[in-house]
């Protein structure tokens, strides 16, 4: 049974910095990533690693990083220079080589001005 369990939201101030982590299991796969959901909004793409091809939403380029360990079965997301607009549940993305999507549970970001 394939899981993806997320770790690392919380509170911040803005200009702050959280790393999230999210841990997998069940099976390997082609794409892991994170996505956001803020209050009210479509869940949109924050970053993606596909075989370390990379590919960043333009609001959070250069100030977050995604980073993925194959033989750990995880991957991260550093967020740095965080503002009110990262305010969202992130999740947890994984796509299999049959491209079946997987979600994890989703964890709270919140970013204080």
């Known amino acids: 049974q394939v899981q993806l369990v997320e770790s690392g939201g919380g509170l911040v101030q803005a200009g702050g910095s959280l790393r999230l982590s999210c841990a997998a299991s069940?099976?390997?796969?082609?794409?892991m990533g994170w996505y956001r959901q803020a209050l009210g909004k479509q869940r949109e793409l924050v970053a993606t690693?596909?075989?370390?091809?990379?590919n960043y939403a333009d609001s959070v380029k250069g100030r977050f990083t995604i980073s993925r360990d194959n033989a750990k079965n995880t991957v991260s997301l550093q967020m740095n220079s965080l503002k009110p607009e990262d305010t969202a549940v992130y999740y947890c993305?994984?796509?299999?080589?049959?491209?079946?999507?997987?979600w994890g549970q989703g964890t709270q970001v919140t970013v204080s001005s």
């Open positions: 690693d596909s075989n370390s091809n990379t």
């Open positions: 069940g099976r390997t796969f082609n794409i």
């Open positions: 993305y994984a796509q299999s080589w049959y491209h079946r999507d997987y």
